[in-house]
């Protein structure tokens, strides 16, 4: 009863942590008519746990971590690897799916033919926990631009979205699994708002 209580719990703080997603600047008339959009994901300026440490830090916490658990410098290794193709294949494989799963204008990477381009630039990223029947889902705080894909210094939309929420009902060992849901969740309420807003 304790543990399904706790459960509950941690339930209602994700519920509370929801994410939030708001027009810093723009609207979305540009995107009527529109059939693809081209997708740039940027790391460069992310931030990590309430810290805010950089991805640097981020990487040698991991270590230090993985050295503390008793594991082998193979496993940081691995996990160095592991958080690399994150970065370079599974993050964006998430949000592409979601995205084109939730609106008809069609989103994919290196798109030159696109006149509109999607950059997700990543704020922020609280990879969550897991240990079990407990756990915390990622949390995940990105800035969406939408620009001229022929000139990308001409910005039409800017879109704030906060702490998009990571995981599922059943919890997800990997942080990176679970930071790949928060791309997932990101995308599939911006795609839902699009489709609002252009209809």
């Known amino acids: 009863m304790k543990k399904l209580a706790l459960t509950f719990f941690v339930f209602l703080m994700g519920m509370v942590c929801a994410q939030k997603m708001k027009v810093t600047s723009g609207n979305f008339d540009f995107l009527k008519g529109q059939t693809e959009l081209n997708l740039q994901m940027d790391y460069s300026h992310v931030k990590f746990y ?5 991805e640097t830090a981020y990487i040698a916490k991991q270590e230090k971590d993985i ?13 160095k690897k592991d958080w690399a ?4 294949t599974q993050f964006t494989e998430k949000f592409l799916a979601s995205m ?7 989103t994919s990477v290196n798109n030159p033919s696109a006149k509109y381009t999607l950059i997700v630039e990543t704020v922020w990223i609280y990879p969550g926990w897991f240990a079990g029947i407990m756990n915390q889902p990622s949390k995940l705080s990105t800035l969406l631009k939408f620009v001229e894909t022929a000139d990308r210094s001409h910005v039409l939309l800017e879109i704030d979205s906060k702490n998009a929420p990571g995981d599922n009902f059943v919890g997800l060992p990997n942080n990176n699994d679970r930071i790949s849901e928060g791309y997932a ?5 911006l795609a839902r708002m699009i489709e609002n807003k252009i209809r």
């Open 67 to 79: 050295q503390k658990a008793g594991k082998s410098p193979e496993e940081f290794e691995k996990w």
């Open 185 to 189: 969740k990101t995308a599939k309420t």
């Open 100 to 106: 084109n799963k939730n609106t008809d204008i069609k």
């Open 85 to 88: 193709y994150s970065k370079d």
């Open 50 to 54: 309430k810290e805010n440490m950089d």
